[in-house]
């Protein structure tokens, strides 16, 4: 299936681009700096043109993935030229406009649904995300996208053009807004963040960590949210009079006020159990990982690079509040604690034994009579680095003390120090090594 992104060599339309193309189609992209758009285009294996039109006439999936403030021109400039029974998605934070301009210029034989994906360019894969539909008419392709979402495990939420834009004034509208404030208003009063997180409990650092995730992103589109949207100028006088009535509250020293007034915006969020519950797995997740690494200081660790998959394996040599030292064959590594997942058990052996070159050894061991041969190669398969444990023999000759047998065990390790544990444990058992 050929699948063109209009404004496919940045942000979620390259995320967009490169995600197709992982999922098997023939993917065309678009930019308007053609050295980019040849470097990007090289780089995840798609085809790249300067030419909009000349990618939406030959694909059979067009989506424009272009700001917003823009969205309107480009759909007016393709929408002749696509291809009878093709199909037409934007992935704005805005959709009425986006629906109507579709509605009215696309041609006969063409579907349309405009979409918005509740999330950014740094996700690794749909499972668990958001994305909205707000389809004016449903067509052959409208089910296609449905099932191709769900086998993604994604979250799909159909409403209206309407109804979406009023729910993004304050979803995005009203949130974006408050955390840029704070953001700028930190700034201005020139606080020293890296030093306010010591004195704050870890609410504190998840709030500067979510208004981080904002402020970093391209100011560009988060202006056109604030303003392409016309429900949020509504949201944002609601706001400014909110702002301005617990601050004369706070000036008139009116506790009972207040305490009214947060109470009353309490009882009024959804579910307030479900949100502690929610917070306190985030705040959880926060201070779980640092002491999972406290606790394996001295041990061997894998931990995985969140942005470049890089698997690094060593021992935990050191551990700051925001950094760790890894010992990986003699040469010491820091990364950002940020910046890492830590391997499970299964996932460090699995990875194990994947890249690390394997050794056979055998070794024969004399044990009682009535020791199950079976039963001491699943202990052995338990131990760390052990990935294959087989009998290979069972003598009971002459040489062999009465009462006694000699096992003989084949085993794979990923580590040739595991030999030592292997035959530790045989000894635990009360085997006498031949």
Not at 24 to 31: A, E, R, S, Y
Not at 191 to 215: C, E, G, N, T
Not at 218 to 245: G, L, R, W
Not at 291 to 316: D, T
């Amino acid at each position: 299936m050929q699948v063109a992104v209009i404004g496919g060599t940045r942000g979620l339309g390259n995320w967009i681009a490169n995600f197709l193309k992982e999922s098997g189609c023939d993917v065309i992209i678009t930019g308007r700096n053609s050295l980019r758009g040849k470097e990007i285009s090289e780089k995840i294996g798609v085809f790249y043109t300067s030419n909009n039109i000349e990618a939406a006439s030959k694909a059979e999936i067009v989506i424009a993935a272009v700001p917003i403030d823009v969205s309107s021109k480009i759909i007016m400039e393709v929408a002749p030229h696509l291809k009878e029974g093709s199909l037409l998605m934007d992935v704005t934070s805005v959709k009425e406009e986006p629906s109507r301009v579709m509605e009215e210029f696309i041609p006969d034989g063409v579907e349309f649904i405009p979409t918005h994906p509740m999330f950014g360019p740094r996700i690794k894969s749909l499972e668990g995300q958001v994305v909205v539909l707000t389809p004016l008419t449903k067509g052959k392709w409208y089910e296609k996208v449905i099932k191709f979402l769900e086998s993604e495990n994604t979250r799909v939420i159909e409403t209206t053009p309407q109804i979406h834009d009023q729910m993004m004034s304050i979803v995005q509208g009203l949130t974006h807004f408050t955390y840029i404030s704070i953001a700028v208003t930190l700034e201005r009063f020139q606080v020293d963040v890296k030093m306010s997180r010591k004195f704050a409990s870890p609410v504190y650092s998840l709030m500067l960590d979510m208004i981080a995730r904002i402020v970093s992103q391209n100011p560009y589109m988060y202006y056109a949210i604030q303003t392409q949207n016309h429900y949020v100028a509504e949201v944002h006088n609601q706001f400014f009079s909110t702002i301005q009535e617990l601050n004369d509250i706070i000036t008139h020293n009116d506790e009972d006020r207040f305490v009214n007034i947060m109470s009353s915006a309490a009882k009024y969020l959804d579910d307030l159990e479900a949100s502690l519950g929610r917070s306190d797995k985030a705040i959880s997740a926060l201070t779980g990982e640092i002491r999972i690494l406290k606790s394996s200081l001295g041990e061997e660790v894998g931990l995985k690079h969140i942005y470049s998959g890089k698997i690094h394996l060593g021992i935990l040599e050191d551990i700051t509040p925001d950094f760790i030292t890894l010992n990986s064959h003699n040469t010491l590594i820091k990364l950002k604690i940020s910046n890492i997942e830590i391997l499970s058990q299964n996932e460090l052996i699995q990875y194990k034994n994947e890249n690390y070159p394997k050794k056979i050894f055998d070794v024969s061991v004399i044990l009682p009579q009535d020791s199950d041969p079976d039963v001491i190669s699943n202990t052995l398969r338990n131990l760390e680095d052990v990935v294959h444990v087989c009998v290979k023999d069972v003598y009971k000759g002459g040489q062999i003390e009465s009462g006694m047998k000699s096992i003989t065990f084949e085993y794979e390790v990923i580590n040739p120090k595991a030999r030592n544990n292997v035959e530790k444990l045989l000894k635990g058992f009360g085997g006498i090594l031949r």
